[in-house]
């Protein structure tokens, strides 16, 4: 079974702190990996995507690629209440058609 | 920015009843997807699409379920026989074509609720 796995959290954070989110996944063949936002009752929102080792910026985010150690987290700088949501740690199953396999989320709570 | 949009956004069904959810994709996109969420459960892959044939689908996806897309635009899912348990939000995706690793685009969903 291939998996994405996720604490639930939540994890509370206040104002202006630095958010740690990590993912783990199973399949060692995945290529491509997703950082979606969700807002209760809401779709899934891009945020950040990431293809290789490193770390990769994007103004307040970034996201860090652990190939070897199968290994996906989120950073986010300077939290703002309005942060607070479910962060979906998402993974490209190497089939060629972009399935991508969601975790159950990391929901973030970012206290004024 | 160009989005994908889905149709209607509630839809209330008597058990046994048939329902469609409609989608249009972004245009230019090949790569059509619907996924469903359980309230309080993750995001779970339902079937993908591309030229004009499932090209996978998951173990929900069962004979109960079609997905068609009838013209240039609109993008299907049908459930003929609606059970309590398909009560969940049902997200149409899509990507664009050219790199394999696009990110999907999510419309913003249609909660189905099965009375």
């Known amino acids: 079974q291939k998996e994405v796995e996720q604490n639930s959290g939540p994890l509370s954070v206040p104002e202006g702190a630095i958010a740690s989110l990590n993912c783990t996944y199973s399949d060692r063949g995945s290529q491509s990996f997703f950082w979606y936002r969700q807002y209760s009752g809401k779709s899934p929102e891009l945020i950040m995507s990431?293809?290789?080792?490193g770390d990769k910026e994007d103004g307040r985010f970034t996201a860090q690629l652990n190939k070897a150690s199968q290994y996906v987290s989120l950073l986010i700088r300077d939290s703002q209440p309005s942060d607070s949501a479910t962060y979906l740690c998402a993974v490209n199953l190497n089939t060629g058609f972009q399935k991508l396999v969601f975790g159950t989320g990391t929901r973030l709570l970012v206290s004024p | 920015e160009p989005e994908v949009t889905q149709t209607p956004s509630h839809q209330v069904t008597q058990m046994g009843q048939e329902v469609i959810l409609r989608c249009v994709p972004i245009?230019?996109?090949?790569?059509f997807y619907w996924y469903r969420q359980i309230l309080g459960q993750k995001v779970e892959f339902l079937v993908s699409?591309?030229?004009?044939?499932?090209?996978?689908k998951s173990e929900i996806f069962d004979d109960q379920f079609s997905v068609e897309r009838p013209d240039g635009s609109n993008f299907t899912l049908k459930i003929r026989s609606t059970k309590l348990e398909d009560s969940a939000m049902y997200f149409c995706?899509?990507?664009?074509?050219?790199?394999?690793?696009?990110?999907?685009?999510f419309g913003n969903g249609t909660r189905l609720t099965v009375t």
């Open positions: 995706a899509s990507r664009g074509t050219g790199v394999d690793n696009s990110p999907l685009h």
């Open positions: 699409f591309y030229n004009n044939e499932i090209s996978e």
């Open positions: 245009s230019n996109h090949l790569y």
């Open positions: 990431i293809y290789s080792n």
